[in-house]
């Protein structure tokens, strides 16, 4: 059986207690172990459960939305906050610790390797505009 989506298995349940009421009599036997209200009382139980299944996602869904609404709303105030922070405790590790923040990452040397770089695009950038330091300049 190929699966199934949930409104598909509610109408499947649905169609099958109002044939089990429809043609066979309260308490007849089906076959052993089963009878037509013990098989009726297992397809509302499925029922019941997908609801409960449905209403609770809805609800988080909803939950979802409003913590989204508010997280907006908090943007603004944790930037003001972290501000502020640095502004009083300045750069004290432990201060901003008690925060849940770390000090503001400060860049470090630049390597050989990067110098170079820097300087061979700048001289090619010179290069492909035309441009000379002015003792150059004619």
Same mark, same amino acid.
């Given at each position: 059986?190929a699966?199934?989506? =949930?409104?598909?298995?509610? @109408?499947?349940?649905?169609?099958?207690?109002?044939?089990?009421?429809? /043609?066979?009599?309260?308490? +007849?036997?089906?076959?052993?172990?089963? @009878?037509?209200?013990?098989?009726?009382?297992?397809?509302?139980? /499925?029922?019941? &459960?997908? &609801?409960?299944?449905?209403?609770?996602?809805?609800?988080?869904?909803?939950?979802?939305?409003?913590a989204?609404?508010i997280?907006?709303?908090?943007?603004?105030?944790?930037?003001?906050? +972290?501000?502020?922070?640095?502004? @009083?405790?300045? +750069?004290?590790?432990?201060?901003?610790?008690?925060?849940?923040?770390?000090?503001?990452? =400060?860049?470090?040397?630049?390597?050989?390797?990067?110098?170079?770089?820097?300087?061979?695009?700048?001289?090619?950038?010179?290069?492909?505009?035309? @441009?000379?330091?002015?003792?150059?300049?004619?």
């Open positions: 059986m699966r199934q989506n =949930r409104n598909e298995k509610l @109408t499947r349940a649905q169609n099958r207690i109002a044939g089990l009421k429809k /043609h066979f009599g309260a308490g +007849e036997a089906l076959w052993e172990g089963a @009878t037509r209200d013990s098989l009726v009382a297992q397809l509302k139980a /499925h029922l019941d &459960a997908v &609801a409960e299944l449905a209403a609770a996602e809805a609800a988080r869904s909803e939950a979802a939305a409003r989204q609404i997280e907006r709303g908090l943007r603004e105030v944790y930037r003001r906050l +972290e501000g502020y922070v640095y502004a @009083t405790f300045g +750069e004290s590790l432990t201060d901003l610790e008690d925060f849940g923040m770390k000090p503001r990452g =400060r860049p470090g040397p630049k390597k050989l390797k990067s110098k170079v770089a820097m300087i061979e695009k700048a001289q090619a950038t010179r290069a492909s505009r035309g @441009t000379k330091k002015r003792s150059k300049r004619g």
